[in-house]
């Protein structure tokens, strides 16, 4: 008997492994990028030729390879990175496999000229398809040059596969953002041939972002805010795009340890805490690096190594989400109600034709949004600059011995007086048109529009007795029936948890009928059938399968249906009840699907029209 198993000659394995490791041009790119940054090196050229298919080159100023260094680092397994297999999870470098030059080598003609800092002759090597063709010394630069020429040339297989040279470039670029997007610090030009494509000088983390997506040169500056949080698990720094800038096709990065993730799950995490501030068919730009425990995380679920499995997904998932929702609320709208103060954002002025201050953001390091109830975090300035929009009103605000009124502002070295004042005086609200209360604030002519106003009111008050689990009920006297069909019974199923965290006292009655015994108390008894019907269609139609994404579905749709609509007329008493809990709001400027909800007519727009 003939043995039947021969160990595969080196140069087969290689192969093997270079249809892993280098897939098309980009491939070959990111390695070499990657081994340049762990060689420490401060600049990084890359120059592409024909989409990568005749010439890709990666010069760095790093640490260089001695002679015999250089010649190893093309074996397999090669790495001067793990030293055993406990390395192999706590992944720090970029490579950590030692089969990427080996690989290279395998399929493509290189060449490599290197040298070390110390040594004053550099090596020179030449390599094709696993044959070391030269090996000699030479004069060089510090550090590493690499040329990999006609890529594929003994795998007509792999060459036939390769998309036109534009569609190759299109990768490239994508690798080399993934690539500066991680490393700011280090300076990057990319050219195509003698094309200068995109130079990036060393910067911090906002610069280079801004840099690569030509932000700056928009004018677009201003729309990234920066995300912070920090807890046990994981940290999360980076920054995500103002609402009003997404796209149709947005630049959207996760990165995990310093290396570019895609992660579908988190994706969803960043889309549901913009909950609706976006127009359907736009996405936000996001740029969220995280940082956490190597031995937390498994890079080795997909050869290419952009699929992450984190332990504690679901976790994370809300800590994303949460976090982001946070730099919105935070930047975007929570201190909008002080025009004049410098650096704060402002909220949209109806006149056209002033010129609007860019707003700015100033991100303080050490905030963390898991710190402290929201309560607390409202900036108390804000709400001190906006009583002096009320002087009026201020001098009769007063206050009960030892209390605070709702805006968490003690008066009572003002005017001491028993009654607890909370609201603004009736002089000062008053309703326009049936559809906007109005008032005068610091800056202007504040008009505030009644059913969004409401209907951001009901939204955060059902979002948070969901995420709480503590709707309130109020029982019917006549239990309404629900009937339904058997789809859409599943569906009622599947979200009816939700539905009595929010207050609904819903039971099965027979097959596929429900009777409805209680109703968030905010929400009328008869109403309840045809909500709950609409609720159920629209979990139907919409692939909603995330609980936080029900969640917010939920939410949506009962704060739509049950707020103040247009054309109602307004008592004192509800404009006070209305304003006062809009400002309660950390977002109180947008509807929860990106509406206006406040806006003021300028004091130099008003005294212009009586010129
Ligand atoms: P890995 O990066 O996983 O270690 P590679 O095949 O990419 O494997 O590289 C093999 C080794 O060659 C590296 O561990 C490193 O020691 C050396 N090397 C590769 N590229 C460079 C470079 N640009 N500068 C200095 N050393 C390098
Ligand atoms: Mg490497």
Known sequence: MTDIINL??????????????????????????????????????????????????????????????????????????????????????????????????????????????????????????TRVFKQEAIQCDKGTNISVKSLFFNVPARRRFLKSHTTEMMHIRNEFYRIVLVHPEINFTLFDGATELIQLPATNLKGRIEHVFDFAKKRMDQQLLPISASTGLLEIKGFVGRPEYAQKSANQYFFVNGRYMRHPYFHKAVLVAYDKLIKPGEYPNYFIYFETDPHSIDVNVHPSKTEIKFENEQAIWSIVQATVKEALGKFQVTPSLDFDSEGLPEIPVLDSNTTVKPPKTTFNPNYNPFGSSPRNKRPELDWEKLFEGFEKNRDKQTSTEGDFNGFGIDFREEEKQTELELSTSSTELFQYKTNYICTSVKSGLMLIDQHRAHFRVLYDRFSKRIKDKKGISQRILFPEVLELDANESAALNQILNELRFVGFDIELFGKNAFSINGVPSEIEARSSISLLKELVTNVMNTEISVKETIQNEIALLLSRHTAIQSGQTLTQEEMNQLFEDLFQCENHVYTPDGKVIVSVISDEEIERKFR
């Open 8 to 129: 595969l000659p080196d140069s087969v394995a290689n192969q093997i492994a270079a249809g892993e490791v280098i897939q098309r041009p980009a491939s070959v790119v990111k390695e070499l990028m990657e081994n340049s940054i762990d060689a420490g090196a401060t600049t990084v050229q890359v120059v592409v030729k024909d989409g990568g298919n005749t010439l890709i080159q990666v010069i760095d100023n790093g640490k260089g390879m001695s002679k015999t260094d250089a010649r190893l680092s093309f074996s397999r397994h090669a790495t001067s990175k793990i030293k055993d297999a406990a390395d192999l999870f706590s992944l720090r470098t970029m490579g950590f496999r030692g089969e990427a030059l080996a690989s290279i080598a395998a399929v493509a003609q290189v060449e490599m000229r290197t040298r070390r800092e110390e040594d004053s002759l550099g090596t020179l090597i030449e390599i094709a398809g």
